[in-house]
Every structure is written in structure tokens, then in C-alpha cells.
């Protein structure tokens, strides 16, 4: 799969619906490879909040998150090759789309250009390795600050040289370009990953999701309420979500987050992207 891309392989502008069908034909392909290998899968993130709230996409969002063990896509990968029908699961650790923490699904088909960034990449779905938590909440609590500390320092090691959403931010980004960039992207990478996949998921209490800014903390669950059977419709077809679902999601995003819209002004998108029909350059 071609991931240097640029302007010139920009076709026509797709519009949000065709781009909601792809992401949703994306997913059944991974849904029906995971039901194969028995592979164990949630949705998660803004579409387990759709699914519960709307049956669908959230009316302002435009992606699709699935939660796996990461032993599980492990052995996905393994079996696969990461090729899933027409499309192409990716590894993290092949570090295509820097700072991010997830596996991704991509299809070649289309291309997806950044408006921030100005980067293009193969529109893609977000795959959440979940792993397990350590024993003790001060011990889950301090390993998360190390998380947080690190991913600064990463972001320094090869991000914008004035990153940041605030003066303060800037400042400490273009303190810390030096010391990031002596470490090295790749080490600061290594040791997050390391971090994070310490504990396996069938062998601790409570999991989560160690890989989203989203998450912190909170996302931690016990695992045998969370895997218990249990199914939502998501655009007309029933996919598997975690039983205790709701006790999930309010710890994430607050209270009744499955059944009330959130304010006005927090009804936006927070991509901003224009998705293209790939062109050969």
C-alpha cells in the first residue's frame, strides 16, 4: 500500500455519506475476519456512544473506533498478514502515522488529507489495542503520568518546533526540541509502547485502553463485566459492544452520555479532514 502520498493523488471530493458507507464496509470486512479467527472486538469510543444514542453514526461524527485485546490482534495480525480482504491492517510499532498509538485499518481507495497537518494518508478505522491495568489505582494513576510525561517529550522529539495549544505549551515544546530530539522519536516511542503492554489483558482484573488522550485513567473496567456478551446496532447491523457499556462510557465522557446530546457548541466534528478518491500519480 502506497502511504507517500500527496496532492496529485487526489481525485474527486467525497462527501460525508459515501465516506460513513466505506468506513461502515471497512468495518463489517474486519467484523467478519474477527468472527473467522474468533477474535474478540467492541466498538468503541464516539461509535459505541452512536450505537447507543442513535443507532448510528453521532450526526456531527465521522469515524469509526473498535477496541480489541491486543493479544487478539496480535494473533489477528499473525494470521493474516494484515491484509483483511482489500484492505491493510497496520501495526503501530510500523510507526506509518507518527504519534499514533493505534493499529489502523486502511483502505488504498481513497485519500485523506489533514487540513492541520497537511499530511495525506489511505482513509483509515481505528483498531484500540485494549490491555491490562495494574493491580493497584495508585499504580494505574502513576503509570499514567509517566505515559503523559513521555508522549510530551515525544511530541517534542519530532512534532511542529512551536506545538502547542497554548503560549505556555509552545514555550515548553521549544525548551524541550533539544532534549527530544537527543533521545530520539524511536526510544521515546519503544518505552511508551513498553509501558503500555506490560500487563496482558486475560491475566489482569481490570483493562483498558492505555492509548488514547481520551481515556487516561478512567477507561479501566473489570474485565469479565466488560466482556460479557452483549450487542448494539450500529447503521443497521448488530455488532458486539461491552455489556456494562454504559458504567464504560460515563466514566469516559460523563453522565448520560448514552441518552442526551451534549450542549450545542460541543456538537462539532474534531476532524478536520476532506477525504479524496485516489488517484495515480
Known amino acids: 500500500m502506497n502511504f507517500e502520498l500527496s496532492r496529485n493523488n ?16 471497512m ?12 477474535i474478540r472486538y467492541w466498538l468503541d ?22 477496541m480489541v485485546p491486543r493479544t487478539d490482534i496480535l494473533k489477528l495480525m499473525n494470521q493474516t498478514g494484515g491484509h483483511i480482504g482489500k484492505y491493510l491492517l497496520v501495526d503501530p510499532a510500523q510507526k506509518v502515522n507518527l504519534f499514533s498509538e493505534h493499529w489502523r485499518l486502511y483502505n488504498s481507495d481513497y485519500v485523506v488529507s489533514s487540513i492541520k497537518s497537511g499530511v495525506y494518508r489511505p482513509l483509515w478505522i481505528d483498531v484500540l489495542p485494549m490491555v491490562g491495568f495494574p493491580d493497584s489505582q495508585k499504580d494505574v494513576e502513576k503509570l499514567f503520568k509517566k505515559l503523559k510525561f513521555l508522549r510530551l517529550i515525544e511530541q517534542c522529539s ?8 497554548s503560549p505556555a ?5 521549544l525548551v524541550m526540541r533539544p532534549i527530544g530530539a537527543l533521545i530520539g522519536y524511536d526510544r521515546i516511542f519503544d518505552k511508551i509502547e513498553s509501558l503500555k503492554n506490560q500487563y496482558t489483558f486475560d491475566e489482569k482484573e481490570y483493562v483498558g485502553n492505555m492509548g488514547s ?7 479501566k473496567v ?10 448494539l446496532e450500529f447503521e443497521g447491523k448488530m455488532y458486539s459492544v461491552p455489556w456494562n457499556y454504559v458504567e464504560y462510557l460515563e466514566g469516559l465522557y460523563g453522565k448520560n452520555c448514552t441518552t442526551e446530546l451534549p450542549p450545542e457548541n460541543k456538537r462539532i466534528s474534531n476532524h478536520s479532514e476532506v477525504v479524496y478518491r485516489y488517484v495515480d500519480s
Open 10 to 25: 487526489c481525485g474527486e471530493v467525497v462527501g460525508l455519506e459515501e465516506k460513513r458507507a466505506v468506513m461502515v464496509d
Open 222 to 231: 473489570k474485565r469479565e463485566e466488560y466482556t460479557r456478551p452483549n450487542q
Open 45 to 66: 469510543g464516539g461509535t459505541l456512544i452512536g450505537a447507543a444514542r442513535h443507532k448510528g453514526f453521532i450526526p456531527w461524527d465521522d469515524d469509526i473506533d473498535v
Open 169 to 173: 505549551a509552545k514555550v515548553f515544546h
Open 213 to 219: 488522550p481520551v481515556a487516561e485513567w478512567r477507561g
Open 27 to 38: 468495518l463489517d470486512a474486519f467484523v467478519e475476519y474477527c468472527e473467522k479467527y474468533g
Open 158 to 165: 519530532a512534532g511542529d518546533l512551536l506545538h502547542g495549544s
